[in-house]
């Protein structure tokens, strides 16, 4: 790792290129943003602008630390995300095994952040990416890198392709399943204990474990369970079988887990112990959690899980977006200065929250009846009530739906605490 | 402007941060990517990969050129679709009358780059962002700013903002005119001219035009037609009610157009010419143009229009982004490794249209049957035919729908020729 770089990125200053950064003055140190004492309810800075409530935050990754620990599982969180390494930093400060990366690229900005271990949840193609971490495991010896694999023609190539890249020491590979009709993944036992096969036969592969993603199916609701439970049978099935054949390398890893049933993963693949496997989780969400789709999908989760219930209060929605009252057209309807461009709308509509009118010190409730019908590229459409008390020049907090695609819209994101004053920022890398 | 900053901003290196840079290597300054002799082809970046193809960018820029100047009108792009100032530039050197913002941190961006003459085709809303043009217009006398204002609340609000930031001379507005159940924009003529009055009446603001954005109902197809050229009959009136009044300062500016309609625009606010205005469209997508939505659009476009349908070839699709065959998991399935985090999905799907085997010198085009059903955060999943070529490891171009939400996602993007060689790179600032 170049700690250069590394310094850079940390410590990268915010400036004219930030949409967020106050109007007037210099490039502002990461570090030094809590120290010019901004608050976003006093208009210090542009809007839209980003904030992570550091509150929630840290009661988020207690309480993932609390279910990882009562449940006896690891947990490597999906980095993707946040792609925030200083997010990851607290994850693994709350006892992550590692971070889990979409793709070759995420594994390069993770390493420049010094990430130790990485697993990629994706098969591993290219000569690029290949090219990256062979030179990476070469070069750090402490760099302990797992990624998917589900087809003889990927396990071919990626052999092929180390002759060549020579890492030192073999990729440790985990078979991947899939479901029909799904992503990426073997859709039946016999063609992944075959890529199992494969992968031990090389001398530059390593099989050490079983993967799913059982995620994809959260967009079904209840009527999506019987098939994750499905995979996650199959999963301990295939363990057992690559097991009795002796094809894996050290201790089995069963890894699978997104944001909605973690719980159910942790149960079953559990149930698979005589294997005397490690569960390793990958949810990314719990972290930053959400005001509509996952906050329903963890409800349910907790009222499943008794692990979950015993901890307490759940997960809190810890991001936020604010923007101005732009217009107020006609009496139901409000134009808010944000769009696709800083808030997602890929599951739902954000949700206005909360509001304040400049001078005011803390923000206040919106009523019912608020709600994003549409989001152009910079524009939402609200309709409000005809008493709502919105009006020109008041700021709105927006509640998110699935932080993944709201994080992206953001190179750099402010923490604040629950007046809004700012006390710092981070960096993300998209 | 700060030329130092100027400067840094248009050399800037890519380096890690970027997703689609070579796996290996030092950062690489701006102007020698070109050098370099990388090729998409050849795998000499990591995939996915944004490109434009120069050819087309060329050949839409001098389309839109001839266009205006047969309508006899004026363009200020939508600069927000590519918020690329190597591409402000060509649009500049090709006749732009200015660039079009959509928020004052675009301004800012703008400004950083040299943009003399701005449309902000928004309220001018909140503290800082007044705070930031004010100050910019009275540092730069040749600044020539312009934004919309849609309600008496807002000419008060920034009536009374500009007492304290002193500009040193009146900030330019247009009143915005917008269609009952839209967006931003006065209702009723009524209404616009009471705005109009309001701001004439302000020695800190001038009233310069009138504004419409038509381009929200391009969604509803033929049936916005009417609609729209009612929204652009009230310009008209509003402006020559406006006009009776001697509420304007100087040549008064009409201004409307998104990517669709802007041939109907300029006939219709052309018949206005007794008024002697100045006609400004404001387009953003023609430059990049796409495979899908506003493909569809332009050809309505060129069908209805003698002056577009005079220029020969239409608008090509200049924007494509390159991913990697992750998994073919079933016969007539394929993963690919991009996702809504590389391309857009707003309008319509990605459209896999060329796809190539490593070591292939030209790509090839993909039989029809090929689309993309789904995309998740960074995998597509396509439906192949079951004689499709496409294996693990091949490369596959997708072609775009709405450039905005494609451009956001990369920080740089390839500039390719017709064998997909890289021939250099630009920046965008989001």
Same mark, same amino acid.
């Given at each position: 790792?170049?700690?250069?770089?590394?310094?850079?990125?940390?410590?990268?200053?915010?400036?004219?290129?930030?949409?967020?950064?106050?109007?007037?003055?210099?490039?502002?140190?990461?570090?030094?943003?809590?120290?010019?004492?901004?608050?976003?309810?006093?208009?210090?800075?542009?809007?839209?602008?980003?904030?992570?409530?550091?509150?929630? #935050?840290? +009661?988020?990754?207690?309480?993932?630390?609390?279910?990882?620990?009562?449940?006896?599982?690891?947990?490597?969180?999906?980095?993707?995300?946040?792609? =925030?390494?200083?997010?990851?930093?607290?994850?693994? %400060?709350?006892?992550?095994?590692?971070?889990?990366?979409?793709?070759?690229? +995420?594994?390069?900005?993770?390493?420049?952040?010094?990430?130790?271990?990485?697993?990629?949840?994706?098969?591993?193609?290219?000569?690029?990416?290949?090219?990256?971490?062979?030179?990476?495991?070469?070069?750090?010896?402490?760099?302990?890198?797992? /990624?998917?694999?589900?087809?003889?023609?990927?396990?071919? %190539?990626?052999?092929?392709?180390?002759?060549?890249?020579?890492? $030192?020491?073999?990729?440790?590979?985990?078979?991947?399943?899939?479901?029909?009709?799904?992503? &990426?993944?073997?859709?039946?036992?016999?063609?992944?204990? %075959?890529?199992?096969?494969?992968? =031990?036969? &090389?001398?530059?592969?390593?099989?050490?474990?079983?993967?799913?993603?059982?995620?994809?199916?959260?967009?079904?609701?209840?009527?999506?369970?019987?098939?994750?439970?499905?995979?996650?049978?199959?999963?301990?099935?295939?363990?057992?079988?690559?097991?009795?054949?002796? #094809?894996?390398?050290?201790?089995?890893?069963?890894?699978?887990?997104?944001?909605?049933?973690?719980?159910?993963?942790?149960?079953?693949?559990? %149930?698979?112990?005589?294997? =005397?496997?490690?569960?390793?989780?990958? &949810? $990314?969400?719990?972290?930053?959690?959400?005001?509509?789709?996952?906050?329903?999908?963890?409800?349910?989760?907790?009222?499943?899980?008794?692990?979950?219930?015993?901890?307490?209060?759940?997960?809190?929605?810890?991001?936020?977006?604010?923007?101005?009252?732009?217009?107020?057209?006609?009496?139901?309807?409000?134009?808010?200065?944000?769009?696709?461009?800083?808030? =997602?709308?890929?599951?739902?509509?954000?949700?206005?929250?909360?509001?304040?009118?400049?001078?005011?010190?803390?923000?206040?409730?919106?009523?019912?009846?608020?709600?994003?019908?549409?989001?152009?590229?910079?524009?939402?459409?609200?309709?409000?009530?005809?008493?709502?008390?919105?009006?020109? $020049?008041?700021?709105?907090?927006?509640?998110?739906?699935?932080? /993944?695609?709201?994080?992206?819209?953001?190179?750099?994101?402010? #923490?604040?605490?629950?007046?809004?004053?700012?006390?710092?920022?981070?960096?993300?890398?998209?």
């Amino acid at each position: 790792m170049n700690l250069g770089d590394q310094w850079a990125a940390q410590h990268a200053a915010l400036d004219w290129q930030f949409k967020a950064l106050p109007a007037i003055g210099e490039p502002v140190a990461l570090d030094a943003v809590g120290a010019h004492g901004w608050s976003i309810l006093r208009e210090d800075v542009m809007l839209p602008a980003a904030v992570l409530r550091t509150e929630a #935050l840290h +009661h988020n990754s207690r309480w993932m630390r609390r279910f990882t620990e009562l449940a006896g599982v690891r947990l490597a969180p999906h980095g993707k995300t946040t792609m =925030s390494p200083a997010l990851f930093d607290l994850q693994l %400060a709350d006892g992550a095994w590692g971070i889990t990366a979409a793709t070759p690229a +995420h594994v390069r900005i993770y390493r420049q952040h010094g990430v130790r271990r990485i697993l990629l949840a994706n098969q591993l193609i290219g000569r690029q990416g290949v090219a990256y971490v062979a030179a990476e495991m070469a070069r750090d010896p402490d760099f302990d890198f797992y /990624c998917l694999v589900d087809s003889i023609a990927a396990v071919d %190539a990626l052999d092929a392709a180390l002759v060549a890249c020579q890492p $030192g020491r073999p990729m440790q590979l985990l078979v991947e399943l899939g479901i029909t009709g799904g992503r &990426s993944g073997a859709r039946d036992d016999a063609t992944a204990i %075959a890529v199992a096969r494969a992968v =031990s036969a &090389s001398p530059r592969l390593s099989l050490r474990g079983v993967e799913a993603f059982e995620g994809i199916l959260q967009g079904q609701g209840v009527a999506g369970e019987p098939g994750m439970r499905n995979v996650l049978d199959r999963m301990v099935v295939v363990a057992a079988a690559c097991r009795a054949e002796n #094809l894996f390398d050290g201790v089995p890893i069963l890894s699978a887990g997104g944001s909605s049933f973690f719980d159910v993963v942790t149960k079953t693949l559990s %149930a698979a112990e005589p294997l =005397s496997c490690e569960v390793v989780l990958r &949810s $990314g969400c719990y972290l930053v959690h959400d005001s509509g789709y996952y906050a329903d999908l963890v409800e349910r989760l907790i009222a499943r899980s008794p692990e979950a219930a015993e901890l307490g209060e759940g997960l809190r929605p810890a991001l936020e977006v604010w923007a101005y009252v732009h217009s107020r057209p006609e009496r139901g309807r409000v134009i808010a200065g944000l769009g696709r461009r800083d808030i =997602s709308d890929d599951t739902r509509m954000p949700k206005p929250l909360l509001y304040a009118r400049p001078g005011d010190a803390q923000p206040s409730s919106l009523g019912p009846g608020h709600a994003t019908m549409r989001l152009d590229d910079q524009h939402a459409y609200l309709d409000v009530p005809e008493d709502s008390p919105l009006q020109v $020049g008041d700021l709105i907090a927006f509640g998110i739906s699935h932080p /993944c695609t709201t994080f992206d819209r953001w190179p750099a994101l402010y #923490l604040v605490d629950e007046a809004r004053a700012i006390i710092g920022a981070i960096r993300t890398f998209f």
